[in-house]
C-alpha cells in the first residue's frame, strides 16, 4: 500500500510540475493580447480561444496535483481543529463518498462526448477560431482520471493513518 501511494504521489507531482509550465504560457499569452489589443488594435478570435483552452487545461489537470498538496477548496471551520486521525476519517469518507463517485460519474459521461468531438475533428465554430477543439474536450476525461487516481491514493493514506501506519 505504501508503494502504491508513493507512486501515485510522485505520478500527480510530475504531472503537476509539467501542468505548471501552462500558467507561463497563458500569462505571457495573455500579456501579448493585451498589448496587440491597445497598443496595436488588433484582437483574433483564435488567440482567445487560446487563452480559454489554456486556462481549462491548467485547472483540470492541476486539480489532482492540487489534492495532493491539500490545496483544494475547503471548509476548515472544523476540520482545522480536529486530530489526524478523525481529519483522516473525514478524508477518507469524502473521497469514498464524494470524490470516487464524482469522477467516475465524470469519466463515464465525458467519454462519448469526446469521442464524438474526436470523430467529427470538431472545431471552433467563430470564424477564425481554432480547430482542434476535440483536444481540449479530451481533458475532461483524462483530468478526472488523473484525479481519481489521487484520490485512491489520498484514500489509502487516510486508511493507514486510521490504522496507524504511515503512507506517506
Given at each position: ?29 495573455i ?7 491597445y ?66 460519474v465524470?469519466?463515464?459521461t ?16 467563430e ?32 486508511l ?9
Open positions: 500500500m505504501h508503494r502504491l501511494v508513493q507512486n501515485i504521489n510522485q505520478f500527480t507531482n510530475k504531472v503537476g510540475q509539467g501542468v505548471s509550465w501552462i500558467s507561463l504560457i497563458l500569462v505571457i499569452l500579456g501579448m493580447d493585451v498589448v496587440l489589443r497598443a496595436f488594435n488588433w484582437s483574433s478570435s483564435a488567440n482567445q480561444e487560446l487563452e480559454w483552452h489554456l486556462f481549462a487545461a491548467l485547472f483540470l489537470l492541476g486539480a489532482a496535483y492540487a489534492l495532493k498538496h491539500d490545496k483544494h477548496v475547503r471548509v476548515d471551520v472544523f476540520y482545522s481543529q480536529f486530530s489526524a486521525t478523525q481529519k483522516a476519517w473525514v478524508n477518507l469518507v469524502g473521497t469514498l463518498v464524494f470524490l470516487i463517485p464524482f469522477c467516475t465524470i469519466i463515464q465525458s467519454i462519448p462526448f469526446v469521442i464524438d468531438a474526436w470523430k467529427i475533428s470538431e472545431s471552433s465554430a470564424p477564425g477560431g481554432l480547430p482542434y477543439r476535440f483536444i481540449i474536450k479530451s481533458t475532461i476525461p483524462a483530468s478526472a482520471i488523473l484525479l481519481l487516481t489521487q484520490a485512491i491514493s489520498e484514500g489509502l493514506s487516510a493507514a493513518t486510521i490504522l496507524n501506519r504511515e503512507a506517506r
